[in-house]
């Protein structure tokens, strides 16, 4: 089993920025895909940001520019900054960590995810 820790999340006003971390095991971290998907109630689950296994990123369109990736490689750990951040962003984010897939675009389906987070709630104010 595969054990995911996030950290991060909290409220915010408008335009505020916010840093989730994901921690995950050294072989995952090294060798998986990553990525948060967010949900809202009475929403689907959104993919919104997610790196393969060799580097490559992808971002859904309403995070683009302002919503980035980065890593700790000392730490196995990855971050999403979000920045600029607005109301419609508030939700329930998860990282998660599957198998490398071959189209950036299936980094953002969950269903290609084997591992879970707990999960941090974003709450964006106007």
């Known amino acids: 089993q595969v054990q995911l820790v996030e950290s991060g999340g909290g409220s915010v006003q408008a335009g505020g920025s916010l840093r989730l971390s994901c921690a995950a095991p050294?072989?995952?971290?090294?060798?998986?895909?990553m990525g948060w998907f967010r949900q809202a109630p009475g929403k689907e689950q959104e993919g919104v940001a997610a790196?393969?296994?060799?580097?490559?990123?992808i971002y859904a369109d309403s995070v683009k520019g302002r919503f980035t990736i980065s890593q700790d490689n000392a730490k196995n750990t990855r971050y999403l900054q979000m920045n600029s951040l607005k109301p419609e962003d508030t939700a329930m984010y998860h990282c998660?960590?599957?198998?490398?897939?071959?189209?950036?675009?299936?980094?953002?389906?969950?269903?290609?995810?084997?591992?879970w987070g707990q999960g941090t709630q974003v709450t964006v104010s106007s």
């Open positions: 050294a072989d995952t971290y090294n060798h998986a895909a």
């Open positions: 790196i393969n296994s060799d580097g490559s990123l």
């Open positions: 998660a960590a599957g198998p490398r897939q071959w189209s950036l675009p299936a980094l953002l389906d969950p269903v290609r995810y084997n591992y």
